[in-house]
């Protein structure tokens, strides 16, 4: 694949932030570096850059898709109230007993770690329920 200028702000973009960005946040740091790069232009970007590998595309079923430019192995955490989207990086003696359990449970090899990576947990975080009463 052809790295043209934007594509490499968009990556640039993407592998230093932790925020999971909409393609409509990473279209506004963009324009700070490239003013007249056009949201066409990121969110195809995007969708090959997630395509080959190089980012993750968190599809929540909301609509809108994050993107995350950290390949490592980790979870993802979504609020189910506020929307909020953040890492969770268990120990590696965790990630392979979760990787175990995986294959004990429906014979599930999973051999690249970057797989994991793409897993959801949903709930409600601490700071809606504190702040909502009701909500659990």
Same mark, same amino acid.
């Given at each position: 694949?052809?790295?043209? &200028?934007? *594509?490499?702000?968009?990556? +640039?973009?993407?592998?230093?932030?932790?925020?999971?960005?909409? /393609?409509?946040?990473?279209? /506004?740091?963009?324009? &700070?570096?490239?003013? $007249?790069?056009? @949201?066409?232009?990121?969110?195809?970007?995007?969708?090959? !850059?997630?395509?080959?590998?190089?980012? $993750? &595309?968190?599809?929540?079923?909301?609509?809108? +898709?994050?993107?995350?430019? %950290?390949?490592?192995?980790?979870?993802?955490?979504?609020? &189910? %109230?506020?929307?909020? !989207?953040?890492? !969770? *990086?268990? #120990?590696?003696? $965790?990630?392979? #007993?979760?990787? $175990?359990?995986?294959?004990?449970?429906?014979?599930?090899?999973?051999?690249?770690?970057?797989?994991?990576?793409?897993? @959801?947990?949903?709930?409600?975080?601490?700071?809606?329920?504190?702040? #909502?009463?009701?909500?659990?």
């Amino acid at each position: 694949m052809n790295y043209s &200028k934007q *594509r490499s702000i968009i990556l +640039d973009i993407m592998k230093n932030t932790y925020s999971h960005p909409t /393609a409509e946040e990473v279209f /506004a740091e963009a324009q &700070k570096i490239s003013p $007249k790069i056009g @949201i066409a232009t990121v969110y195809r970007n995007l969708n090959q !850059l997630a395509e080959i590998g190089e980012i $993750k &595309k968190i599809t929540l079923g909301n609509g809108n +898709d994050r993107f995350d430019g %950290h390949l490592e192995e980790h979870y993802h955490l979504v609020c &189910k %109230h506020c929307g909020r !989207l953040q890492d !969770l *990086r268990p #120990s590696p003696e $965790k990630m392979e #007993s979760l990787r $175990k359990l995986a294959e004990e449970t429906f014979g599930l090899k999973v051999g690249n770690k970057a797989e994991l990576s793409t897993t @959801i947990m949903e709930g409600i975080c601490d700071s809606c329920r504190k702040g #909502s009463k009701g909500l659990q």
